[in-house]
């Protein structure tokens, strides 16, 4: 079978969670990689042997790509996969999918119209513990959920947002310790719950940033039509990226997980649970990123080839999306 011409876009830190598994996928063929810093597309290009563009235009339109995958500040991600789908290419973007909601529905649409896959990487909702609980939902042994608890205490100092030149910016990041490290941990809560949402309360603060201001601090309560409530809290002034927890109470048990464990303890007794082994890989990644991606990469290409469907589509995405804007929009901070 011929093998799918893949690109990436964006040579970032995030890259290699995209670079690996597509080298590691036989079925795909990774022949370029685009950045508009010449030095990150050139060693990507060497360590990969692939070939360097600086110019995401000319690279889709030169190499006749059936996916590309973005890697790229947030607001960019709309604007890139339009393009793509204008040249009849398929998108796999990181998350977020913008820095607005009107963007990312944009896109969405657009790739409908095409008749062209967009798929959106949220690679927590691949781990051990997420599938187990999500599992226990869905069947009923949980019966309904009642309440959710989450708590994000991460570290991100001045030095790290001097580091970039788009991180920690309304513009270009759209936010800071929610659309960027939260997002994760308040997605896997909607997806659990999947309810549409009916009110927000929310706080956001910076607390401790001289250098950016955006919020590095936020709390809120997010009650759902379905009765469920929601209460979170996420900060970056801490001294570690220490692991999340969440705790969900429900009708027939409860239940406490986080990307690495989860343990449900029922009513009666019984308890199931669920571990994601910590391997530590020497291929410049963040720990906190996880080993993930490839599970929801190898999702993708198998909805691409038809032999299932596309679980984390632009729609489904769009839930998670809104969400975070509406908790912008509470928040009352975003500029």
């Known amino acids: 079978m011929e093998k799918l011409r893949v ?20 079925e795909l063929e ?7 810093k010449p030095e990150r ?11 360097a563009y600086y110019s995401y235009e000319e690279m ?3 190499e006749n790509l059936d996916v590309v995958h973005l890697c790229l500040p947030h607001y960019l991600h709309s604007k890139v996969a339009i393009f793509a789908f204008e040249h009849g290419v398929n998108v796999l973007t990181e998350k977020p999918m913008d820095v607005d909601y009107e963007s990312a529905k944009r896109a969405v649409d ?47 100092s001045d030095d790290y947002y001097d580091s970039s030149d788009w991180k920690g910016t309304w513009d270009k990041e759209g936010g800071g310790v929610v659309i960027d490290q939260a997002i994760h941990s308040i997605d896997l809560v909607n997806w659990m719950v999947d309810s549409e949402v009916e009110s927000i ?46 705790r969900m109470v429900c009708e027939k048990g409860k239940v406490v997980f986080g990307y690495h464990d989860a343990l449900i303890t029922y009513n ?52 998670i999306h809104k969400l975070i804007m509406d908790i912008y929009e509470v928040g009352g901070m975003k500029k």
């Open 60 to 62: 889709i339109e030169n």
């Open 268 to 319: 009666d007794g019984t308890t199931e649970d669920a571990h994601e082994e910590q391997v530590k890989k020497a291929d410049g990644g963040k720990d906190y990123w996880g080993s993930w991606h490839i599970r929801q990469i190898r999702q993708f290409y198998n909805a691409l080839q038809g032999r299932e469907e596309l679980e984390i589509s632009g729609e489904e995405a769009l839930k």
């Open 110 to 156: 657009f790739a409908k119209e095409k008749n062209l896959m967009f798929g959106v990487i949220f690679q927590c909702r691949y781990t051990e513990p997420a599938k187990l609980v999500k599992k226990a939902v869905q069947s009923g042994k949980l019966g309904k959920i009642l309440s959710v608890r989450s708590v994000l205490t991460w570290n991100r």
């Open 7 to 26: 690109g990436v876009i964006g040579c970032g830190r995030i890259s290699v969670r995209h670079f690996l598994p597509i080298k590691a996928i036989e």
């Open 30 to 36: 990774l022949v370029a990689c685009c950045d508009n």
């Open 41 to 51: 597309a050139d060693a990507a290009a060497k360590e990969y042997g692939i070939k």
């Open 201 to 246: 309360s929310c706080s956001m603060h910076n607390h401790g940033h001289k250098k950016v201001n955006v919020e590095d601090t936020a709390e809120g309560l997010i009650t759902y039509k379905n009765g469920t409530k929601y209460g979170f809290y996420c900060m970056n002034n801490y001294s570690a990226d220490e692991p999340i927890e969440i």
